[in-house]
């Protein structure tokens, strides 16, 4: 008898006892379910109201801002390509570009703090976009000449980053991959004005057509180490790259490259290196390797001479004279023999 209880309920027992598993497992992916269409339709209600930051590919917001940029404005096909650190995001003027004769058409994709042996990534990834590019410009000061890590080198997915360029798949694609939920509650509120408003701080993402950012910032929007500026450990690691790259170009891509030492604050260099011995040294360095690899060296801080009313911090150049430095640049190339348009 007892065996015969055990019998028959033993079916809607072991029922009972597999359903609170099943349940909770239905219930579980219930919750994710609702979680994630809420998680798509809130990115989606700030991507219509351009209160989305860019997806967080590395969270280096001029990397990931410019990348979103270049997605959304398709260049008509450019002749050159600028990149470098943040001397070379704020510090190149389309509009000079526009105005010449022919007129050039550029894109720059200048990052904050990007280092020499960090030039290669970035520009592949824009070469391979962009085959219309025939001139890469740098513009640098040494502060991009220390450090240069092999593990830095490459900061990015290039093919996650080349997908988005091409646009292979929604923008919400590229969100959930790289899901940064703290990062895009924080800048929700402000993103939208800083990429359209006047640039008001070092953190502006107001790109002109061109993909440059214009500054011209008084000493309080300016941290105290960069308006004091510092002097480099240069590593030999560091040129050792900019060869690398420059002999990469001349013979994989048939590209020119065109490096250009900026122009610096003079007060910042006669507290740093007062005798001009390192930047002599960092100078000569220059000019052997561009004799060696064969590309262009510009020296617009001996050629300008640039006053201290002409940079708001030790290395950046307020925005009104940046037009000045731009056509430098272009008539330095010219007596150099550069096509300017192939």
């Known amino acids: 008898m007892d065996k015969l209880r055990r019998g028959t309920r033993a079916p809607w027992l072991r ?10 497992l239905l219930g579980a992916a ?13 990115l989606w209600t700030l991507d219509g109201a351009g209160a989305l930051k860019a997806p967080a590919f590395t ?7 410019k990348l979103r940029f270049v997605r959304a404005h398709p260049s008509p096909a450019p002749e050159w390509l600028f990149v470098g650190s943040s001397t070379t995001l704020w510090g190149v003027d389309a509009t000079t570009l526009a105005s010449r004769r022919p007129p050039i058409t550029a894109l720059n994709v200048g990052i904050r703090d990007l280092k020499v042996h960090q030039l290669a ?15 890469v410009v740098v513009i640098s ?6 450090q240069c890590g092999d593990a830095t080198a490459i900061f ?14 929604h923008e919400l694609y590229y969100q959930l991959r790289n899901l940064d939920i703290l990062g895009i509650v924080r800048r929700a509120p402000r993103i939208a004005a800083d990429r359209r408003e006047p640039a008001i701080g070092v953190d502006a993402l107001a790109f002109d057509r061109s993909g440059s950012i ?30 690398a790259f420059a002999r990469g170009l001349r013979r994989r891509e048939g590209r020119r490259l065109v490096f250009v030492l900026a122009p610096m604050r003079p007060a910042y260099l006669a507290a740093l290196d007062a005798d001009g011995a390192l930047l002599d040294a960092h100078r000569r360095r220059l000019a052997g390797l561009a004799a060696e690899e064969r590309f262009t060296f510009i020296d617009a801080h001996r050629g300008l ?38």
């Open 30 to 42: 219930t919750g994710v379910a609702v979680t994630l269409a809420l998680l798509v339709v809130a």
């Open 214 to 243: 214009l500054l011209d910032l008084p000493p309080s929007a300016v941290p105290a180490t960069v308006m004091r500026g510092s002097m480099p450990d240069f590593a030999d690691r560091c040129y050792e790259a900019l060869g």
């Open 121 to 135: 990534a970035v520009t592949k990834l824009y070469l391979d976009l962009l085959p219309s590019i025939r001139t």
């Open 141 to 146: 000061t040494p502060m991009d000449f220390e």
């Open 15 to 24: 029922s009972a006892v597999a359903s609170g598993p099943i349940r909770f």
């Open 305 to 342: 001479d640039l006053d201290e009313a002409a940079f708001f911090d030790a290395y950046h150049l307020r925005a009104s004279i940046v037009p000045q430095v731009t056509r430098y640049i272009v008539e330095a190339m010219n007596k150099q023999s550069l096509s300017i348009v192939k």
């Open 59 to 65: 969270n280096r917001a001029t990397f990931d801002e």
């Open 156 to 169: 990015f997915d290039p093919q996650e980053a080349a997908s988005y360029l091409r646009r292979d798949h």
